[in-house]
């Protein structure tokens, strides 16, 4: 079964890290395109930051230097490292990727940054 799991969610106090990691899994190969996308409650799904087919890194305003995407293309993972974390970046956190004309997405990971 071809699917994307997210972990490394959870509570931090605000200025703290987190290291979320998203593993495909069953069909889904390669991780040219896979991104990290976050939900906050009442609020539309955004971009937080991902690859782009030409090898670029997207990352919303409010992430950059704060968050770092990378990828480990032999275990099919991406990761994000949140530094410092504010109470505003508090949602679920969702990994996505394309893959065979297909979008897949996890089942996210909430990630909660108390004040």
């Known amino acids: 079964q071809a699917q994307l799991v997210e972990s490394g969610g959870g509570l931090v106090q605000a200025g703290g890290s987190l290291r979320l990691s998203c593993v495909a899994t069953?069909?889904?190969?390669?991780?040219?395109?896979m991104g990290w996308y976050r939900q906050a409650p009442g609020k539309q799904r955004e971009l937080v930051a991902s690859?782009?087919?030409?090898?670029?890194?997207n990352y919303a305003e409010s992430v950059k230097d704060r968050f770092t995407i990378s990828r480990n293309r032999a275990r099919d993972t991406v990761y994000l490292q949140m530094n410092s974390l504010k109470p505003e970046d508090t949602a679920v956190y969702y990994c996505?990727?394309?893959?065979?004309?297909?979008?897949?997405w996890g089942r996210g990971t909430q990630v909660t940054v108390s004040s």
């Open positions: 069953g069909r889904i190969r390669g991780v040219n395109t």
């Open positions: 996505k990727t394309l893959f065979a004309g297909m979008d897949y």
């Open positions: 690859f782009t087919r030409d090898g670029n890194i």
